[in-house]
């Protein structure tokens, strides 16, 4: 069994991640594993895994939400600049920006409209056959864990920050090669101790396929970040100027991180396929967001370049409990009072985003203090988000 590097303790670990952790170091061609401090049990892979690999990518363990990931914006403004009424900013940019699975966009122009255009000229054909309106989706949220929010630091400075990946085209393109990669494993009577461990050989037309598509996803979403980001500054140029054109004055530095993601890199001498299912790289001084649950503090980071993660670093707070259990633990009476002070929408939906079913992000950050130094402690004053 190769290496297994735990960056929390083991006995925080609920059992069947981490037997998830031990099938996956049962595989030949991994080379070595870290294990994040928010690690949680998740599909094939546990979510908070980093796995080295040599010869071939696991589909299932990068995810159905392929380039998954942060993006945050630190603004030139202050407390002392925010508007009285944070529920008519909330509202501005839910009108900007569509909400929840299955809403896209009505018309695609502007910034929209270059962003899809660079992705059109590298589409394959069945792209449309998969998800045929994939281009009105760019520029929107989503649901489940995907946010966006208005943060302060701890010198009171704005930030916005937002979570997001490839929507519904990401989520298509992973199921089709997780299900290329099964059936292969069984043309090669390869017999998995669990199938969603199924992998693509290197050098062979599925593994180049699949990583065409998987670069493409996660272009996806690193744009689709880049839009909902503009359009939250334009709605804040109005907030602020009460004009657009604006969004250049507004910001100060960007930050844009994936959190589901496999790419080639060098460690130890070797280079190896890093897959990253629910973390993100950290090389030294890299920048990083790591946020924390609806409700809870988020964390601007600078990457230790830690060798023994890869180079990685946790990729927020981690669920505590699945999302039925969640419903059936909590009520909108604990809603409220966890959510007291910071503008939302105050919805029975979002009871499975609820703080408390979430690991301790305080908890999380203490056990990364090899990974990253902390540079700006954000605390909430609005979060918006899907069903």
């Not at 909330?90 to 929209?112: C, M, Q, V, W, Y």
């Not at 069984?186 to 199924?198: E, G, P, Q, V």
């Not at 050989?201 to 272009?219: G, I, N, S, V």
Request: hydrophobic content about 40%; charged content about 25%; aromatic content about 8%.
């Amino acid at each position: 069994m190769k290496k297994i590097n735990l960056f929390l303790p083991k006995e925080t670990l609920e059992e069947s991640a981490y037997k998830q952790v031990e099938n996956m170091a049962t595989l030949p061609f991994v080379d070595g594993l870290a294990v994040m401090p928010d690690a949680h049990m998740g599909m094939g892979a546990c979510v908070g895994s980093v796995i080295a690999t040599k010869g071939a990518i696991i589909p299932a363990a990068v995810g159905v939400d392929i380039g998954c990931g942060m993006i945050a914006v630190k603004t030139k403004f202050t407390i002392n600049d925010l508007p009285s009424d944070l529920e008519k900013v909330r509202n501005g940019i839910e009108r900007r920006i569509p909400l929840s699975a299955g809403n896209f966009n009505k018309k695609i122009d502007g910034t929209a409209l270059e962003r899809v255009n660079k992705l059109a000229g590298k589409t394959k054909d069945y792209y449309k056959t998969i998800v045929r309106d994939w281009a009105s989706q760019l520029g929107t949220l989503g649901s489940g864990n995907h946010f966006i929010e208005l943060s302060l630091d701890q010198n009171d400075e704005l930030w916005v920050v937002l979570h997001s990946g490839s929507r519904g085209i990401g989520n298509k393109l992973a199921e089709k090669h997780i299900k290329i990669a099964q059936k292969m494993m069984d043309s090669m009577f390869i017999t998995l101790a669990d199938k969603d461990l199924a992998y693509l050989p290197e050098h062979t037309k599925e593994f180049d396929e699949y990583m065409y598509d998987l670069l493409w996803a996660q272009e996806f979403a690193r744009l689709n970040r880049e839009e909902m980001m503009d359009r939250v500054l334009k709605e804040l140029s109005y907030t602020f100027f009460n004009a657009d054109g604006h969004q250049k004055e507004i910001e100060e530095g960007r930050i844009n991180c994936h959190h589901n993601f496999t790419q080639l890199e060098n460690h130890m001498g070797n280079n190896v396929w890093v897959t990253r299912k629910g973390a993100i790289q950290m090389m030294p001084g890299q920048l990083g967001v790591i946020p924390g649950s609806m409700g809870t503090r988020s964390y601007i980071v600078s990457g230790l370049g830690n060798p023994l993660s890869y180079m990685s670093a946790p990729h927020g707070a981690g669920r505590r409990f699945s999302r039925s259990e969640a419903r059936r633990r909590f009520t909108m009476d604990d809603f409220e009072r966890e959510m007291d002070g910071i503008e939302c929408r105050h919805s029975l939906e979002l009871i499975d985003e609820i703080p408390s079913a979430y690991k301790d992000i305080d908890e999380v950050m203490a056990n990364s203090k090899s990974l990253v130094s902390i540079l700006y402690e954000l605390r909430q004053i609005v979060n918006i988000k899907g069903n």
